[in-house]
């Protein structure tokens, strides 16, 4: 037996105290309007990220359900705590899908969990083909959600085009619940693909996969993922081609014309080695095993390798055609390094795992640091939601 | 439409303004003679008029910043302005306002194909940015019909799209960063070469905030390689409803055009007697665009021509040279010039769920009798983005008048079937009182809220965007 509005949880998501978990939104604003204490705010506990935040669990696993789906208009409405896994397979079904292939972070965070489809877009969370069809947060057409003072909110609608106001869809993306607590979201879904060939490239060094990853973005072939790897055979540079079968094989062909110069390539067909291998880039599979921190570098393609190299040592996991780095460091080195060369190129990096205690973005420039202290002032007035989360306390 | 009373106290002081703009702004840059502001009175929506106080037309960042703290110290009201041609009145100035106008800042800072971006000056137009990497194969895809004329900032400020968008997405989603100066003259830089802006995500909520938070000065765009070729197929049908219906099932198979355009009867047959473009006489027009390798194209087009005949078309033509796909292309294009030649007409921009078209549609139809107004409809079925065209006569007394109540009344249509007021105009003045149909006061509360935190005097472009009386207190405060 569980009391109404509780949820036990394991211990290694919820730590400690007893999540508040409301079964809907006017329960939800009540306990936030009558919280007297910072409230750490959750969807499936699975991706803890930025500075740890000390404060009562609350829960939007209870806020579950589809709401309305409309495969003919690529719009889903689906409340916060609803499951990833349902969303997928709920789009599965008329062969759609979440085009920005949001990343599982439980193998690389070791967590456990259920995500949660508000998780994904409270922290803005796109997987290799953020390139071509963008980020989560372009797929996010409309938000409810519940502000610091108990006041539900809605913005944006469920609509592909709307600009009528402010677009606070956008802001409440990838504000990591330091703004407010989502608790439905309407989204855009697209087709899933028929066809998907992989072309890979051998024994590249970092400059020159880049290199070869942006001459093949810069090509009129559509490619939907370009990441460089180091695996027990080597580095490997590979580009992802999908659509009906004809034009795949058309442009994989294209795409081996262009970079016939670096090799010999593999094309790669089958679709499930295909989804495996995309999978492991988008879950960084493969810095899950062993020590060490991670970081996540957003970054001008050409200036990636340049930045690796500065970093003494570092093992790197390149996506978005380089604009995407995943480092592996040894524990609690490298952070000034990392900061200083991300800086100095323009960009941002971001402590994944390892010690977040003493902030885990990028810090911002003064005025925009500024602007946001006042954003959070007015959507969180007492400031209680995951206060000091993304780095500057309210 | 009301615009607030003009301040005694700015009139008052103008010359001791035009002092402070002119000791540090070169004389071509500083307009205020009335024969010469008369020229910024207005924009697209030119139903309404009103000369601003003074015009400056900085040439680099640093006058922006410098005009704007002067303004902000004087407590003065500025209005942004790119190109005007916003069709909702979002650079409409008031009689106490200094218009700041980007229109010398042209420049193309940097170009970058391995990274795939531009960088320019916001005052450069939105056909000239594709013009500048065009020769290398390159091109930016937000394409506004107004994209001859327009510049980057008003694009920006209103999140533009255009008729490419259901492939392509529209300004936000190929904006990478910006250079803005705040009112109290602050320069901050957001985002940049690389993707997703770090923090909040203040480069999404600065598109499309029509010139309220900031003026934005530079503008980092993602550019892309033009498609090998591009092919459309025109489609005719009986009724709108199947129409709709094929839009549907076309979108359900999977199949991405890049564009799927629609016009009605009486669209079609002003543009055909403009333009000639040989559409047939029927019902409900789509134009259905896909891209690629001609191969590619055979295949995407068999699909879509697959699933038209399945609804019985009585017309299904695929474009068989360049030639004939400009001609297509030429006819939609010249709608709103085509309804202009007979008539006085009024844009709407609403948007619906893409399943409520035929009831819309419908509805528009029923509309338009009882308020003895024709109605004509052009607009981008894909993304369900509405542009019924009334039709009116200005020199008819009261028409306007009649023409934008049946306006309010349409859009509150859209609204009601779970659509908005604007796809991809803005609201500005135009839209500004119908925003309480859309949104409860705490939605809009919190809008404002943002606004206080980057022009806590509520300075920039003021009485737009929200219903003059929710935006009263903060407004007569700020005085
Ligand atoms: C097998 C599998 C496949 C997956 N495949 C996909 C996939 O195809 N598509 C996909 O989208 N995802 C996929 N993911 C999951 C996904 O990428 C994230 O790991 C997950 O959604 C994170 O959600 P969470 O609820 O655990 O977030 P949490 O770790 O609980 O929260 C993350 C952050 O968001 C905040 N937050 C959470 N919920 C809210 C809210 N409602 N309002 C405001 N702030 C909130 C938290 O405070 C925290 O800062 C998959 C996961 C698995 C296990
Ligand atoms: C014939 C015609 C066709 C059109 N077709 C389309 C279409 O297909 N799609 C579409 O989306 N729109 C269309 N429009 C509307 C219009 O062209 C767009 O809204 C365009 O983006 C406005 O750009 P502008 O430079 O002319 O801006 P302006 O009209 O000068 O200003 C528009 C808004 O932007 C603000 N602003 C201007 N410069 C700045 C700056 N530097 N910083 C901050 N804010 C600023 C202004 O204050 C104002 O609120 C059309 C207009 C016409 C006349």
């Known amino acids: ?394 | 439409m009301d615009m607030p009373k003009p301040n005694p106290t700015i009139l008052a002081r103008k010359s001791q303004l035009l002092d402070r703009l002119a000791s540090f702004l070169p004389r071509e840059a500083l307009i205020h003679d009335p024969s010469e502001t008369r020229a910024y009175e207005c924009d697209g929506l030119t139903a309404y008029k009103c000369p601003p106080l003074a015009v400056v037309l900085p040439a680099s960042t640093a006058e922006v910043s410098e005009t704007l703290r002067i303004c902000n110290d004087m407590g003065v009201p500025v209005v942004p302005r790119g190109a005007g041609t916003s069709l909702a009145g979002g650079a409409l100035p008031t009689e106490d306002s200094v218009i700041i106008g980007v229109a010398r800042m042209t420049e193309v800072l940097e170009t970058d194909y391995d990274n795939r971006f531009i960088r320019v000056q916001t005052g450069r137009t939105n056909l000239s940015v594709t013009g500048a990497v065009e020769e290398d194969g390159f091109f930016y895809a937000p394409d506004p019909s107004s994209q001859l004329a327009c510049a980057i900032a008003g694009n920006i400020a209103m999140n533009s799209g255009g008729a490419h968008c259901l492939k392509y997405g529209v300004t936000t989603n190929n904006l990478m960063g910006v250079t803005m100066v705040l009112m109290d003259g602050t320069v901050t830089e957001i985002g940049g070469a690389h993707l997703d802006a770090e923090g909040l995500d203040l480069l999404g909520l600065i598109c499309g905030s029509e010139g309220q938070l900031g003026i934005v000065t530079e503008a980092t765009l993602r550019i892309l390689h033009k498609p090998e070729g591009a092919r459309p197929v025109l489609i005719g049908y009986d009724s709108s409803e199947i129409a709709g219906q094929c839009v549907s099932d076309i979108i359900k198979a999977g199949v991405l055009p890049v564009a799927i355009e629609f016009m009605d009867r009486p669209c079609i047959r002003a543009t055909e007697a403009f333009a000639g473009a040989g559409y047939p006489d029927c019902e409900a027009l789509l134009i259905v665009e896909v891209e690629g390798s001609d191969a590619e194209i055979d295949e995407q087009l068999e699909t879509i021509m697959d699933i038209a005949r399945k609804h019985d078309p009585v017309e299904l033509r695929q474009s068989s040279s360049e030639d004939e796909s400009k001609r297509i292309w030429l006819g939609r294009k010249s709608a709103f010039g085509a309804m202009g030649k007979i008539n006085d007409y009024m844009c709407l921009d609403g948007t619906i769920p893409v399943n409520e078209l035929p009831y819309v549609l419908k509805r528009i139809g029923e509309m338009s009798k009882e308020y003895g107004l024709d109605v004509a409809n052009v607009f981008h079925a894909g993304d369900g983005n509405m542009h019924p065209l009334i039709l009116f006569d200005a020199n008819k007394e009261g028409d306007l008048e009649l023409c934008e109540e049946l306006g309010a009344e349409i859009l509150k249509l859209c609204v009601e079937v779970g659509g908005c007021l604007t796809g991809e105009h803005g609201v500005g003045i135009e839209k500004r009182d119908l925003m309480l149909h859309q949104y409860d006061p705490p939605d809009l509360e919190i809008q404002m809220a943002v606004k206080d935190v980057f022009d806590p005097k509520w300075l920039l472009n003021p009485a737009k965007v929200f219903p003059l009386a929710s935006s009263d207190t903060r407004r007569i405060a700020a005085e």
């Open chain 1, 1 to 394: 037996m569980t009391l109404p509005g509780r949820c036990p949880g394991p211990r290694s998501i919820f730590g400690t105290m007893k999540a508040l978990a409301p079964t809907s939104e006017a329960e939800l604003a009540e306990m936030v309007a009558s919280a007297s204490e910072p409230l750490r705010i959750m969807g499936g506990g699975t991706r803890p990220i930025g500075v740890p935040v000390n404060g009562q669990p609350l829960t939007t696993s209870r806020l579950t359900g589809v709401t309305l789906y409309e495969p003919g208009a690529l719009t889903l409405v689906v409340q916060a705590g609803t499951p990833v896994e349902e969303v997928r397979k709920t789009l599965a079904a008329e062969g759609q899908r979440l085009a920005f292939e949001p990343m599982d972070h439980r193998g690389l965070l070791g967590t456990t969990g259920e995500p949660t489809i508000g998780g994904v877009f409270a922290a803005n969370v796109s997987g290799p083909r953020r390139i071509q069809a963008g980020a989560a947060r372009d797929f996010l057409l409309g938000v409810r959600f519940v502000d610091g003072q108990g006041q539900v909110t809605r913005n944006g609608g469920r609509v592909m085009k709307n600009v009528t106001g402010y677009d606070l869809v956008k802001l409440m993306a990838g504000s990591y619940g330091t703004l407010g607590v989502l608790t439905e979201l309407a989204l855009k879904v697209l087709p899933a693909s028929h066809h998907t060939a992989t072309i890979t490239l051998s024994g590249l060094d970092d400059t020159t996969a880049v290199a070869a990853l942006s001459r093949a973005l810069g090509s009129p072939f559509e490619i939907t993922g370009a990441a460089h790897r180091q695996t027990a055979d080597g580095p490997q540079t590979c580009l992802r081609i999908e659509g009906f079968e004809k034009s795949v094989a058309y442009r994989a062909g294209q795409i081996q014309t262009l970079l016939a110069d670096l090799g010999a390539a593999k094309v790669e067909t089958d679709p499930d080695t295909n989804t495996t291998l995309w999978q492991d880039i988008r879950d960084v599979a493969c810095f899950h095993d062993g020590e060490g921190d991670i970081w996540r570098l957003s970054v001008k393609p050409s200036d990636a390798p340049g930045i690796k190299a500065q970093v003494d040592g570092a093992e790197a996991l390149y996506d978005w055609g380089g604009g995407l780095v995943w480092l592996r460091v040894p524990q609690n080195t490298h952070a000034d390094t990392i900061r200083a060369a991300v800086n100095a190129a323009g960009g941002h990096a971001t402590l994944i795992r390892g010690n977040r205690a003493g902030g885990a973005f990028q810090p911002l420039s003064p005025p925009i640091a500024a602007l946001q202290d006042g954003l959070r002032a007015r959507f969180d007035p007492r400031g209680i939601l995951n206060p000091g989360l993304m780095g500057r306390a309210a």
